[in-house]
């Protein structure tokens, strides 16, 4: 298929002239074939699922469907490289926390109005629907995503005559009650070597991981706020005792790894995980439970929710084909099938509000934090350097070790933050 880049970055303006000259602007695909990019892994049954979404798109539209997976670990870079030379597929796959950093290059096409007219936006999850807009404009559809809530050992806990926790104090007791009475497992495993479990606790404080202000952003996971939540949360750990020192450095593939061998008792884990535990364990049948991630005084801490929006490339010779993939993607057939499939919830506000009151004990909890509290990373380019230099990550170990305070380790991490922004 022919590619036209439209939009790139200053460095690629001299380039750009000669390629657009070269393309004559655009027009239909020479071979009416709409190239789409998709992750690998994420739905089992992916093959067989865009066989008949193939087969829906070309009776729809009359154009082929060339689906081409992408292995998640190669993903930025094959689109980085990919944006670099002009060589983009016409839609994509793209990840929650990569949209602002594609659209700020100008590789993504503005779907601002298009799905307003489609009237697909009364009906986006609004913390997706956030990720996904850039500078007041949409980039990225949601398509599916997924949320971290409190998973654990129900038979554990009924042993001992304990419930869910519905605030962080009963948090803690809940902890140490299964500290002394299960000496065996973890009670509550405090995890070093990443960000998202960490962010509930200080969203949940109602402290933030950085603010926009004055046309720029600044961190503030320093803040008093910002301080309580990741005070209480490694104070599980360095004094209460609930964690391990091995867990400084889990990341949550560690910790899914705990749950599945039978040494945790309770965690924050994500909505994907509670089938993959139960497959590779099969003994854990009927023994997990899942809960909202408690709030300070009651309610819930908001939970970042995980996903991909579908993105549409400016290369793309058809952007009006390209707009009727994404609307068939996530139409309710297509949307609430891949949320089945995959063990995610889709991106329409109103199947995960079905989930959430018709869910079943391991779904339910989950879609109810989702709608309820819900929430995404600051929508920043800048923010992914953050994160690709695991600077709250190493914060964690930083206190978890004993190495740092929770206030000098905090205030470190908000000047290397700060950096990044541009301070």
Not at 21 to 34: F, K, R, S
Request: hydrophobic fraction near 40%.
């Amino acid at each position: 298929m022919r590619k036209c880049l439209r939009r790139s970055t200053a460095a690629l303006v001299t380039a750009l002239s000669l390629t657009l000259a070269a393309c004559g602007g655009g027009g239909a695909a020479d071979d009416d074939t709409l190239t789409v990019w998709i992750m690998e892994g994420t739905n089992p049954d992916s093959k067989p699922f865009f066989a008949e979404v193939g087969r829906a798109f070309t009776e729809r539209t009359g154009a082929e469907l060339d689906v081409q997976y992408v292995p998640w670990p190669d993903a930025h870079d094959k689109f980085t490289k990919a944006m670099a030379g002009g060589t983009t597929p016409d839609v994509a796959e793209v990840g929650t926390t990569w949209t602002a950093e594609f659209a700020d290059a100008g590789a993504l096409a503005d779907l601002t109005d298009r799905a307003r007219d489609a009237g697909l936006d009364e009906d986006m999850v609004p913390a997706l629907r956030t990720a996904g807009t850039y500078e007041d404009r949409l980039y990225g559809v949601p398509w599916y995503a997924g949320v971290r809530a409190l998973l654990y050992r129900e038979d554990v806990f009924e042993r001992h005559g304990l419930d869910a926790p519905t605030d962080w104090p009963e948090l803690r007791e809940v902890a140490r009650t299964l500290k002394r009475e299960e000496p065996d497992m973890l009670p509550f495993p405090v995890v070093g070597d990443g960000e998202y479990v960490l962010d509930a606790f200080v969203w949940g404080a109602g402290g933030d991981l950085a603010t926009r202000g004055g046309g720029g952003w600044t961190s503030a996971i320093s803040t008093p706020a910002s301080l309580r939540g990741l005070e209480f949360y490694t104070s599980l750990a360095t004094e209460d005792g609930t964690s391990a020192e091995a867990a400084t450095t889990w990341d949550e593939a560690d910790l899914v790894a705990g749950i599945t061998g039978g040494d945790v008792a309770m965690a924050v884990a994500g909505s994907w995980t509670p089938a993959a535990i139960v497959a590779d364990s099969p003994e854990l049948e009927g023994k997990l439970a899942a809960a909202p991630i408690p709030g300070p005084e009651g309610g819930m801490s908001p939970s970042f929710l995980g996903g991909s929006h579908l993105g549409v490339f400016n290369t793309a010779p058809d952007q009006d084909l390209a707009w009727e993939f994404v609307e068939l993607m996530t139409s309710e057939r297509y949307a609430a099938r891949w949320a089945e499939q995959s063990g995610y919830f889709a991106g329409r506000a109103s199947l995960v509000e079905q989930a959430a009151e018709e869910g079943g004990p391991l779904v339910a909890p989950f879609a109810r934090q989702m709608r309820d509290a819900g929430r995404t990373v600051p929508v920043t380019p800048a923010y992914g350097q953050i994160q690709g230099k695991k600077t709250l990550a190493q914060m964690m170990q930083s206190i978890l070790s004993g190495r740092k305070s929770v206030e000098e380790a905090a205030r470190a991490a908000a000047a290397d933050m700060d950096r990044s922004f541009g301070h």
